[in-house]
Antibody, heavy 120, light 111 residues
Framework: QVQLMQSGSEVKKPGASVKVSCKAS????????ISWVRQAPGQGLEWMGW????????KSSQKVQGRLTVTSDTLTNTAYMELRSLRSDDTAVYFC?????????????WGQGTLVTVSS | QSVLTQPPSASATPGQRVTISCAGS????????VNWYQQLPGAAPKLLIY???QRPSGVHDRFSASKLGTSASLAISELQSEDEADYYC????????????FGSGTTVTVL
């Protein structure tokens, strides 16, 4: 079945970077893009960015632009999200989700989520 | 502050119908399909409705949705206890170079 498996929880200090992985299985990786969404404790969903299946195109939200890098490895069917210069308000559960080739479509399925805690 | 506005909460007794509204603008709902996600407590979100009113395989037909102009709505009929969750509308927004936007979320409580 189609599945996205994310890496484990992380604890980082302010100013550090975090890299979260998202390994896809059960479908042709190069036919779909991957989007990243985060959810701060007790808050709603916030879109962060998207990468095209062949790494040729990517978008990120204005809020994290300049600090976010999204990449994908078509050899291992794995997408990555790296967030730099972490702040306390980056503490959240980070989700990856499969989406269309333009990033404008629905998200299905979602990974299980990765908790990133930023604390000194 | 979310670009798509939803009521923070909705409730009904088992067997009743509950409706959730989602208000947007011309650049998002007015121009692009609306999708809905269900998030059960402690779980990852799950696609509930795509392309305004389409149900993915496995989603019960008690869930239905529609779109009109710059607004959309999700209806849950024959409400059941397992429907207690957060519900989010979402759409692509064509402004500012393009970005995906979620609604503020609605918590559905089964009384």
């Amino acid at each position: 079945q189609v599945q996205l498996m994310q890496s484990g929880s992380e604890v980082k200090k302010p100013g550090a970077s975090v890299k979260v992985s998202c390994k896809a299985s059960g479908y042709k990786f190069t036919n779909f893009g991957i989007s990243w969404v985060r959810q701060a404790p007790g808050q709603g969903l916030e879109w962060m960015g998207w990468i095209a299946p062949d790494n040729t195109y990517r978008k990120s939200s204005q809020k994290v632009q300049g600090r976010l890098t999204v990449t994908s490895d078509t050899l291992t069917n794995t997408a990555y999200m790296e967030l730099r210069s972490l702040r306390s308000d980056d503490t959240a559960v980070y989700f990856c989700a499969r989406t269309g080739v333009t990033g404008e479509d629905w998200f299905d399925p979602w990974g299980q989520g990765t908790l990133v805690t930023v604390s000194s | 502050q979310s670009v798509l506005t939803q009521p923070p909460s909705a409730s009904a007794t088992p067997g009743q119908r509950v409706t959730i509204s989602c208000a947007g603008s011309r650049s998002n709902i007015g121009s692009n399909p609306v999708n809905w996600y269900q998030q059960l407590p402690g779980a990852a979100p799950k696609l509930l409705i795509y392309s305004n009113h389409q149900r993915p395989s496995g989603v019960h037909d008690r869930f239905s949705a529609s779109k009109l102009g710059t607004s959309a709505s999700l209806a849950i009929s024959e409400l059941q206890s397992e429907d207690e969750a957060d519900y989010y509308c979402a759409a692509w927004d064509d402004s500012l170079g393009g970005f995906y936007v979620f609604g503020s979320g609605t918590t559905v409580t089964v009384l």
